[in-house]
């Protein structure tokens, strides 16, 4: 049987990849990569600078990976609902493997595919990868997808009796002689307009795995406390490998589990879950990307208020931990999950700005930038999404810095500009003497949070008591 194994960007690896292994079982082996503008165009690339740096070296090192499998990566440009079905019939391949995407748009792509594909008569074979358990197969008791993440968690509990994990193939065949196409090189970042960002992560599947076996070895059995301090290296920093692949989420759950870490390793696995449960929640409601989860919330007053909008990207809301958030996203395509939910919480209750304006700039600059999981962030910051943090709970900008950056370790790390202010007033500046407030180039705040919290309090109330009469 001759398999094309069709790489799309979330699996970029070579273990734990059924759709490669069932494909070298079967018989020949054709790994393709389609180069589909979506991403790929240099406008588009640009829109997506460090996903697209993280993507390129993956791809490399999966172009590797294969070539010393003993098989080759064929890369090939054009849009993929034409160029998949085109070169399945041309290479008269029997069926095209890949792993499922649960967004709303790589759904339709695969839809039109498959169709192609029939035509042809080839299968379309689409393997789970992206998420622990199948979208759809996790329900309550009357047969639909939860609401509430904790019995979700539970559920998932009962049915995580997970296979173990595939090796990767010892040898792969290589690529058949009869296979003719006008493959190109993987992209450089200049080709796309891009500079190289050397602050960004290395990607690729060897990456992963140091940065899984540094996870365990150094910070997992602290994971439980250190996880929330925005000046210790307390997370795993492995959410950009699971985004693209270079690390199946099954490993990682089964590594982590094996290492018996305790309280703080089921915490980690209880995060693991949060992504499964943002995933299954876009799954069951494709418009999650567009609209609130609670209806309640639709044509809520966002205010327009391009200065507040161009202070809070800019780190200058005078709000140090929120600045701060600001500046790490854009050097460096990460921001710290604290530091993430201060400052959502900031835009969206402070300034009272449209949460999906800070999900479209969050999704532009983060390595990775997950639509499920980015998407179930922002809404839950913004109390309009499912199992959402109440929306009348603002974070206080001050409290969570003094809480979980303590020294102000983390602020000075992005804001050179606060690097020596006095730790009793690096996280209210304004609160100093004026004869040190003088000294540094550091703005007063953008808004007083008394202020803001009875606007928003105030605001909210007011449409949701319309929303619920209406």
């Not at 070296?57 to 054009?78: I, K």
């Not at 009357?142 to 193939?169: D, I, N, S, W």
């Not at 989420?249 to 995060?271: D, K, M, P, T």
């Not at 200058?316 to 999950?337: C, I, K, M, S, W």
Request: with cysteine; hydrophobic share 45%; glycine share 8%.
């Amino acid at each position: 049987m001759r398999s094309i194994v069709w790489f799309r960007g979330k699996d970029l690896r070579v273990a734990d990849h059924r759709p490669l292994v069932e494909a070298a079982a079967a018989g020949e082996v054709i790994p393709l990569f389609v180069l589909d503008p979506f991403f790929f165009a240099p406008k588009r690339a640009r829109d997506l600078p460090h996903r697209l740096q993280f993507l390129l070296e993956s791809l490399r090192a999966l172009e590797a990976n294969l070539a010393h499998l003993g098989s080759r990566l064929l890369v090939v440009p054009g849009r993929s609902v034409e160029v998949v079905p085109r070169l399945a019939a041309q290479w008269k391949a029997d069926q095209v493997l890949a792993h499922r995407w649960v967004e709303p748009f790589a759904r339709d792509r695969d839809r039109r595919v498959d169709e192609a594909l029939a035509r042809e008569g080839i299968a379309f074979r689409l393997f789970e990868g992206e998420t622990l358990l199948p979208l759809g197969s996790v329900r309550n008791g009357q047969g639909g997808m939860f609401r509430v993440f904790t019995p979700f968690a539970r559920a998932c509990g009962a049915k995580l009796g997970l296979e173990p994990v595939l090796a990767a193939p010892r040898a792969l065949p290589p690529v058949p002689g009869d296979i003719r196409v006008d493959t190109v090189p993987i992209p450089a970042l200049p080709d796309l307009g891009l500079a190289l960002n050397p602050r960004l992560q290395a990607g690729g599947e060897r990456a992963a795995r140091q940065r899984l076996k540094a996870f365990l070895h150094d910070a997992l059995t602290g994971y439980g406390v250190d996880r929330d301090r925005m000046d210790l290296p307390g997370t795993s920093r492995l959410s950009a490998d699971l985004k693209f692949g270079t690390l199946s989420v099954r490993a990682l759950w089964q590594a982590v589990a094996a290492a018996g870490a305790g309280e703080s390793g089921h915490r980690y696995l209880n995060e693991l879950l949060w992504r499964e449960f943002s995933h299954h929640l876009l799954g069951e409601w494709p418009e999650l990307l567009e609209r609130p989860f609670r209806p309640a919330f639709e044509g809520f007053p966002w205010r327009e208020d391009e200065a507040a909008w161009e202070a809070w990207t800019a780190g200058r809301t005078g709000y140090p931990v929120v600045d701060a958030a600001a500046r790490q996203l854009r050097a460096e395509g990460f921001v710290h999950n604290r530091a993430r939910m201060v400052a959502a919480s900031f835009l969206t209750k402070h300034l009272l700005l449209d949460y999906r304006r800070g999900e479209a700039h969050y999704l532009r600059w983060l390595t990775d930038g997950d639509w499920a999981a980015n998407n179930a962030g922002w809404q839950w910051c913004a109390g309009c999404g499912c199992d959402a943090q109440p929306w009348f709970r603002m974070f206080n900008p001050v409290t969570q810095g003094r809480k979980f950056d303590p020294d102000g370790a983390y602020v000075r790390r992005w804001m050179p500009e606060l690097a020596d202010y006095p730790t009793a007033f690096i996280h209210e500046p304004w609160q100093a003497p004026q004869a040190i407030r003088t000294r540094f180039d550091y703005p007063e705040p953008i808004v007083d949070h008394a202020f803001a919290r009875e606007r928003f309090l105030a605001t909210a109330k007011a449409h949701l008591r319309h929303a619920k009469m209406g």
